[in-house]
């Protein structure tokens, strides 16, 4: 017989280690998630923030992005060349630029406009391909694509377009592009697409451009510098007798939507800050209940010779590998997802991201996370249980627990002797460890506040989103590519089956100047019939337009980003397209969120159509249908282009109210996904909170629950006094998590109105989300308890009766 002993390498207090480690994995699993939980959502975060202020700035400067856009009156490549002589100038080009429709096969119309280039190999503007060239040759097209601006086409396509004039061609699509000037969450922008001036000509179209493009000599990051060269671009085109109708500067160093991106994620980074607070609860919840109930044990260590410091090294050394666990979890997790997300963002901008990568900083802050705050939360408790005396650890009595006096149980008797006493137990058995109770309720609500906080923030935007919806209702908007009498449309589109009311709307571009004669701002300005049905302004100060009144504006709120005391009667200095600078003056306000951030105005119809020299015409047409569901807007829209077209009207779109709000929320759709995944992870970190808390109860009351079974409790009837425990717990919080929600809803909205449009957006209170977080409140207390309860009950009388 072989009576050899295996010999034992590790000593006897860190085999207890690995041993409590190894045999409790469902404590194990919930303190390494707890901690995992905070040190992935930081890590995404930071990763994220991390790579995207590094990688998009640098991928827009490699495109050789423009510094000034000019449009103007048709000019020539000898001109443009003549103008790359200017001290300052690097490089100067031309293009043209056409408004189209175009279409594939038997599909709907749809709007792009039609960009022609002498050569697409040195360019200003590089595109970066995503599918098959970046290069056409004559008779071929590539187009712009992201994630908000999409067309369907792909490479290898056969597209039919229609110019201006009417006329009708084809061309192959060769391949699919980013762009990124012109990669902005705007509703009336298109995609654009590329040809060659050698196709350009084929069409009959000539070789004249009608914008410019240029870039400053040096790296493009002095606003100064542009702003004097762009003025001597001016100067330059008037003197040669062309018009200057639009000029926009961008420096090359900075993605025009890097503050507003990084403003999001800095958002989501509060909520992983967040997040992080709650993990930490978690942690000091579980180590404290831990402690608890191994304080035996340690008055058994005690008493066979072990040191305090030997104690708590061994304890420290637990949390340690907990910690340890927790981040070869999160640190690759963190990073994946990190990455993941600037890859979504830079996707949304048409940035190319520099490749996958680990942060450093993200994985510094995941460290002294997972650790410092696990040791930190865990010392207090061990270092009060190495402290107690071996006779009260060995005897399990607890000095800081106080039973509940007996006039107080005499309370509870007599106002509740009609409850079940199952039901009455649970009640006490909720509120018994008070400070295990607190830290828990503090987690959920905090999770719930954040997740009711997330729907309002959405139903909040949604509602500020059909706010400026209002400002291009219709159920079909026709554009027309010159105007035409407004009498003789209005007959023609109420011929139409399916058409109720027409409604002509005109406007014209500017620029504001200030006294000094500078640029201020563009200004679009939109001139709707003074009776029009379509239009209802949410007014932050001032009055609507009076009848017949001249050179009077109602301003959007976005004038604040430049005149912040601008009042009603306000005087601004307005320089339409191709004319004098005059005085106009600011009657009214109205709120709007302009993601492109230019400034729009109204103006009465009749004065503006005059100053353009066009009255009683109008190239815009706003119908309004006989039925308004979405189906029927798009089969109206079909309807009205045939119609059109048959007519030889020159259209240049028919779009259906469903999807300018279709177009014009995807941007925000996608925040609202970012801010739902982080819901998502605030309501795992409570689950996880509520799980431990429900464990650990049913763990200290295993004894009570024997004494239960043996007095003839039943299974159900202890698995109903735990569940009911965590119904009241996940109630409490579901309660007062609607309050919290308040607060949290508003920041959210300040944050996100600041990013998007310098203000704050008010906060819309929506049930949707106190419905759907008391859904989950019950299903994670279900859940979260009846793991435990029927582990609990599984076990003999005699195990539970001599569990210490």
């Known amino acids: 017989m072989n009576n050899q002993v295996k010999p034992n390498f590790l000593r006897p207090r860190w085999r207890k280690v690995f041993t409590d480690l190894w045999d409790d994995k469902t404590r194990t699993g919930l303190v390494v998630a707890s901690i995992a939980a905070g040190a992935f959502a930081i890590g995404m975060i930071i990763s994220s923030y991390m790579i995207l202020a590094t990688d998009i700035n640098p991928s827009y400067a490699a495109v050789n992005p423009p510094n000034i856009e000019i449009w103007t009156d048709p000019f020539d490549q000898d001109l443009a060349q003549s103008l790359e002589k200017i001290p300052g100038i690097e490089k100067v080009q031309g293009r043209r630029l056409l408004e189209i429709r175009a279409r594939r096969g038997a599909e709907n119309w749809q709007s792009l406009t039609l960009v022609s280039v002498s050569s697409f190999r040195d360019q200003i503007n590089q595109l970066t391909p995503i599918e098959g060239s970046a290069f056409p040759d004559k008779n071929e097209v590539i187009v712009s694509q992201d994630l908000i601006h999409s067309t369907g086409f792909h490479a290898g396509d056969w597209i039919e377009i229609e110019l201006p004039d009417g006329s009708t061609q084809h061309l192959t699509v060769v391949g699919l592009v980013t762009d990124q000037t012109a990669s902005k969450p705007d509703i009336n922008s298109a995609n654009n697409a590329f040809i060659s001036m050698d196709t350009l000509s084929s069409f009959g179209e000539g070789d004249q451009y009608n914008q410019l493009y240029a870039t400053v000599a040096g790296d493009g990051s002095s606003i100064k510098q542009i702003r004097i060269v762009a003025s001597e671009l001016e100067d330059k085109l008037k003197e040669s007798g062309r018009a200057v109708y639009l000029t926009k500067k961008y420096l090359s160093n900075e993605h025009p939507m890097t503050d507003m991106i990084l403003a999001i994620i800095g958002l989501l980074g509060a909520l992983g800050g967040l997040i992080t607070l709650l993990s930490s609860s978690l942690i000091v919840n579980t180590l404290n209940a831990l402690l608890t109930q191994q304080l035996r044990q340690i008055g058994i260590m005690k008493l066979v010779g072990a040191r305090s410091f030997q104690i708590m090294g061994m304890y420290l050394t637990l949390i340690l590998t907990y910690s340890l666990i927790a981040l070869a979890l999160s640190v690759p997790l963190g990073a994946f997802a990190g990455y993941g997300l600037a890859w979504l963002v830079g996707s949304l901008l048409g940035a190319v991201m520099g490749g996958f990568r680990f942060i450093p900083i993200a994985i510094v802050a995941q460290i002294l996370i997972a650790i410092l705050i696990p040791l930190g939360a865990g010392f207090f408790p061990v270092n009060s249980g190495v402290k107690t005396h071996v006779q009260q650890a060995i005897s399990n009595s607890r000095p800081n627990e106080k039973s509940s006096g007996k006039k107080t149980s005499n309370f509870n008797a007599r106002w509740f002797s009609w409850i079940p006493r199952p039901v009455l137990l649970s009640f006490r058995n909720t509120f018994r460890k008070r400070g295990r109770l607190l830290l828990t309720i503090f987690t959920l609500t905090v999770s719930g506040s954040v997740f009711i906080a997330v729907f309002n923030v959405r139903d ?91 050179k009077a504006l109602v301003v959007s709120d976005t004038i604040y980003d430049y005149y912040p005391k601008l009042r009603p009667g306000d005087s601004l200095l307005i320089k339409l397209a191709g004319q004098k600078v005059e005085e106009w003056k600011a009657v009214g306000i109205f709120h709007f969120i302009n993601l492109s951030g230019d400034i729009i105005a109204y103006g009465d119809f009749e004065y503006v159509t005059d100053k353009i020299h066009l009255p009683d015409q109008a190239a815009s047409y706003r119908i309004t249908s006989t039925t308004h569901d979405t189906n029927f807007q798009r089969i109206l829209a079909r309807r009205i282009d045939n119609y059109l077209r048959d007519g030889n009207f020159l259209v240049q779109n028919v779009k259906s109210g469903y999807l300018i709000r279709e177009s014009s929320t995807q941007a925000i759709n996608i925040l609202v996904i970012f801010l739902l995944i982080m819901a998502a992870l605030t309501a795992f970190v409570g689950s996880i909170g509520l799980t431990g808390t429900m464990s650990i109860n049913v763990l200290e009351r295993t004894r009570e629950i024997g004494v239960m079974r043996t007095i003839g409790a039943v299974d159900t009837v202890i698995m109903q006094s735990v569940i009911i425990e965590g119904l009241v717990i996940g109630l409490i919080t579901w309660g007062l998590a609607i309050g919290l929600s308040f607060p949290i809803s508003t920041m959210l909205l300040k944050i996100i109105g600041e990013a998007i449009s310098g203000s704050a957006i008010a906060l819309n209170y929506t049930p949707l989300g106190i419905l759907l977080w008391l859904a989950v409140v019950i299903v994670l207390s279900v859940f979260a308890s009846i793991m435990p309860a029927w582990n609990a009950a599984q076990l003999t009388i005699n195990e539970v009766l001599a569990y210490e």
């Open 460 to 550: 909040s935007m949604d509602k500020v989103m059909s706010q400026v919806m209002m400002h291009f209702m219709g159920d079909v908007t026709v554009t027309f590519r010159q105007p035409y009498k407004i009498s003789t449309m209005k007959q023609n589109f109420l011929s139409i089956p399916g058409v109720r009311e027409v409604e002509a709307w005109g406007g014209t571009s500017g620029e504001i100047w200030d006294q000094n004669d500078d640029v201020v701002s563009d200004l679009s300005i939109v001139a709707p019939p003074q009776d029009t049905k379509l239009l209802t302004p949410e007014y932050v100060a001032g009055r609507w337009l009076l009848p017949g009144e001249k």
